[in-house]
């Protein structure tokens, strides 16, 4: 009987172990689509060394999401893929601090798998007879693409504007496009497209902002300026600010 009570008295120390206390501050991040895997990887890093605060995101086009911000969107950190968008929210005066660049990209040709369309550069882009999505030119990656066409002198013959960069991407990962234009860091994430360098691709500057006076939420933009994260965005493929 006093083994049996014992036992019981094991089981109750090992097994009903208090659940773990929920986090207790939450900061929500609106980013750039371009920046998805990375600021995931990034918040995953941050909890553990911040186990009391949980990330949460909406990921979109930065012209989007900046649109939401400014109409009430309850976002606590803003990190947008361009300057002149970051610029909606400061100047709507909601930004608790002056803006700071974090991290650079550039554009890319993504095509399927194998090229069939027999993409070599963005001179194709001006081709009818080929299927091509860009972004919409009020996100940032659409803006990017303009400037890179005019810099080409092309006039690019269009099928499809997509409201982000993960849009351009589906399209091209199912075959739907002959080629589309991305950013180096969604071709290397996806893994299921081809990308193609060319030279009229210049940098473009992505900054983050705290847009609460959230502490939790300034201690993020911290982390992601951080060695530990700008080693992840590094990795990603994003070059520095």
């Known amino acids: 009987m006093r083994f049996a009570a014992l036992a019981v008295a ?38 553990e060394e911040n186990p009391d605060v949980e990330i949460v995101f909406s990921f979109g ?14 976002a606590d950190v803003f990190a947008a893929a361009s300057p002149a968008t970051m610029a909606t929210v400061v100047d709507a005066g909601l930004a608790t ?28 882009f001006a ?13 940032p990656c659409g803006s990017a693409a303009d400037t890179a066409f005019t810099a080409a002198g092309i006039t690019a013959s269009v099928d499809t504007y997509e409201q982000d960069v993960k849009a351009v ?17 969604d071709v ?17 500057e992505y900054p983050i902002v705290g847009v609460t006076d959230n502490e939790a939420a300034a201690t993020f933009v911290a982390f992601v300026l951080s060695a530990w994260g700008q080693a992840i965005l590094a990795a990603a493929g994003f070059g520095a600010a």
């Open 127 to 139: 081709n009818p007879d080929l299927l091509i999505a860009v972004c919409a030119v009020e996100v």
């Open 10 to 47: 094991a089981f109750l120390l090992t097994g009903c172990t208090a659940p773990p206390e929920p986090p207790t501050s939450t900061v929500t991040v609106f980013a750039a689509a371009s920046l998805t895997d990375s600021f995931t990887e990034i918040a995953a890093a941050f909890t």
């Open 169 to 185: 991407l589906s399209k091209v990962e199912l075959g739907e496009v002959d080629a589309g234009l991305v950013y180096v860091t």
């Open 188 to 204: 290397l994430a996806n893994g299921r497209v081809d990308g193609i360098p060319f030279d009229e691709a210049g940098p473009v």
């Open 97 to 124: 601090t002056d803006p700071v660049a974090f991290a650079t990209n550039v554009l890319q040709i993504a095509v399927p798998t194998g090229n069939p369309g027999e993409v070599v550069g963005l001179s194709d």
């Open 61 to 74: 086009g930065s012209s989007t999401l900046a649109t939401q911000i400014v109409e009430g969107a309850p």
